[in-house]
Structure formats: C-alpha cells, structure tokens
C-alpha cells in the first residue's frame, strides 16, 4: 500500500494502525471514534505493552510502518521512559501504555460514550 500522506483517510490510517499494533502483540486495544467530537483527531487508540521495551518497540515499529506505507511522518512523545507513549499521526491519536500506567489514567474512561449499564 503506498498513498500520498494526503491521499490517505483516517479510516484507512487507523486500520494500518489497527493491524500493526495487532501484529505485534499489542493487548487490550481500544479505539474510540471521536469524529464530529472533539477537534483533536478522529479517532483516539488505547492499547498496552507488557513492559516499557515493548510499550517502546510498538511505538517505533507503528511510526516506521506509517512512514513507509504512507510517507507520514508522526510526531511521538515519551518514548524514552517507555510507560506512555503518544503517537500523532494528525487524525489519529494512538496511546501505549504499561497495564499499571493504563489503569491510573483510565484515559479511555474519559473519552469513551457512557453506556447503559451501570
């Protein structure tokens, strides 16, 4: 697959998106659709690693993998210290996590629909 960064959806960026962190054993992702909501993005991805190397690699591997299929260069943060790591792409926003890290946030939490049950 190989578009232009401006030819590419965010529905088309979220499924490389998707798929990377599934390849490479990312767990408990979460997406969340914020089109029409928030100005930020269109959609927000919640994921964990197992431990600050993987939390780091996911975010490595998912930034090389956007450059090369897209040409899109995303702008990444806390990479170094491996607990959070933000990855903007311009229309979706990923977060990786250390499960423990995760929890305290509950940044899903925030973001996500309320929903019926209780």
């Known amino acids: 697959m190989t578009a232009t ?3 590419v959806t965010s529905e088309e960026l979220l499924a490389v998106i998707l798929t990377s962190l599934d390849e490479n054993k990312a767990e408990e992702v979460v997406q969340i ?3 029409g909501k928030t100005e930020i993005c269109d959609y927000m991805v919640v994921c964990s690693g197992r431990s600050t190397r993987q ?3 996911l975010a490595e591997l998912l930034v090389e993998k956007l450059k090369s299929d897209f040409d899109r260069y995303a702008k990444i943060e806390g990479k170094d ?3 959070w790591v933000l990855i903007d792409t311009g229309d979706v926003i990923v977060h990786v996590f250390r ?3 995760r929890e ?3 940044l899903e939490k ?3 629909p309320a929903t019926a049950a209780h």
């Open 5 to 7: 960064s401006s030819q």
């Open 33 to 35: 659709d914020l089109r």
């Open 55 to 57: 939390v780091a690699a």
């Open 81 to 83: 210290t491996g607990d």
């Open 99 to 101: 499960p423990e890290v």
């Open 104 to 106: 305290f946030y509950q």
């Open 110 to 112: 925030m973001w996500m």
